[in-house]
């Protein structure tokens, strides 16, 4: 919807409340007082009248403007919302492959997708497109998308390079001042952390946006744009694709939980060495349970 159409269909919309209010046979304001208050051009005001007119809602003679009719809710224009984001877009497909359990291998019907997540067609094409570097989808040979697997190889590479680059941010987060943000934000995630253990039964499917804003905010102390773009594919792969394993999901996401407040702990108490452990025992897990969840879907 081009931009100029979008504020003629709010204008039209603003202007149809300013109408309900008025009595049959009143008059509306000057085409200027309107403009001044939808905030548009008069052009569009005239364009807004003419509809108006065409609906029989109003007469319009030269200066006149006089009420007919009392607007119904069928007289209102659909108006496009803001569209999503890359990064909402992401959250949101993600978000509906998790809870309903979209298996491997399910074909994608981009009409149905743009639609369920109002965006245009080509801009979830392009959205598919670049996940398809990562190998989470990819296009069929007649044609569309589908879901799949990676390889092992790709997991345990990414696992490694993965522990890599929290292990050194990590160090890098014991030495950070107390005045930094960063320890603020460790408090904010600990509480979260303790509520959702303590909700674990109900909400486990959150899980996974905890374990995203947690691996997130500890290696956003380490200023480096391949770590920036290595967290996409964190999210990506590991608060996704491994969920597609739901055995014993409660249960793994809970002792996960006490895995994080153990790092937690000791980033806080400014021990290294305890922190590295905690995280390093963690990351096996996270691995660990890859690994398994490929396996149940024969991915490996």
Known sequence: MARTDERFREAFNTLL?????????????????????????????????????????????????????????????????????????????????????????????????????????????????SLSRFGLVRRRPKGGWELV??????????????????????????????????????????????????EIDTRYHDFSLLDEQFHTAIGSVVKNRFVAEFQKVITLIFHYHYQWDKKDERDRNLAAIG???????????????EAIEAARDHLKTSKQTLLSSMRNHALV
Request: glycine share 4%; net charge negative.
């Open 17 to 129: 409340d300013h109408c309900a209010n008025l009595a049959i046979g009143d008059q509306l304001p000057a085409e200027h007082a309107i403009a001044a208050h939808l905030e548009v051009s008069r052009t569009i005001v005239r364009s807004v009248l003419e509809r108006l007119q065409d609906e029989g809602i109003i007469r319009w003679e030269s200066r006149a403007k006089t009420l007919l009719r009392a607007p119904r809710k069928s007289d209102r224009l659909a108006v496009q919302a803001d569209p999503l984001s890359a990064e909402e877009l992401e959250r949101q497909f993600l978000d509906w492959v998790l809870r309903f359990d979209v298996p491997p291998e399910t074909t994608l019907n981009v009409t149905e997708l743009a639609r369920k997540f109002g965006v245009p067609a080509y801009a979830l094409q392009e959205f598919l497109a």
């Open 149 to 198: 697997g990676f390889t092992r190889e790709f997991a345990v590479e990414l696992s490694d390079f993965r522990t890599m680059l929290e292990l050194n941010a990590v160090s890098h987060l014991v030495t950070l001042p107390a005045k930094h943000g960063i320890w603020h934000r460790l408090d904010e995630l600990e509480k979260a952390h303790r509520k959702l253990a303590e």
């Open 259 to 273: 895995e994080h407040l153990r790092i937690i702990g000791a980033l806080k108490a400014r021990n290294e060495a």
